[in-house]
């Protein structure tokens, strides 16, 4: 594993909710990054207890992310070191009320 693998692998191991993103929670600079952002908002989620990666800031993590998890695009979405997806999957999980299951935020 290279360095840059075991420096993301250290980060989601280290997070209960780690998203790879363009900016961060306050502040996305995309529009995928900032519906990540929405939807862990409408999970119950408080942006300030999500652990954020600013992809834009560090090009061998923005490269790297993509291997670790196998997954082309950013943002990435970790809930206790595993890897859920992309704003895509996220917006599907929310519909159907998986990921408030995973985020461990159902009433």
Known sequence: MSD???????L???SEILLFMK???????CGFSG???QILK???????SVVTVNVLEDEEIRQGIKEY???????????????????D??????????LKQVLGTEA
């Open 23 to 29: 900016g961060n929670a306050s502040f996305p600079m």
């Open 35 to 37: 519906r990540a952002i």
């Open 89 to 98: 999957i996220m917006m599907e999980m929310y519909e159907s009320g998986e």
């Open 12 to 14: 989601v191991k280290s």
């Open 42 to 48: 409408a999970c119950g989620v408080d942006p300030k």
């Open 4 to 10: 840059t693998q075991q420096r993301i692998d250290a």
């Open 69 to 87: 998890s196998n997954w082309p695009t950013i943002p990435q979405l970790y809930v206790k070191g595993e890897f859920i997806g992309g704003s």
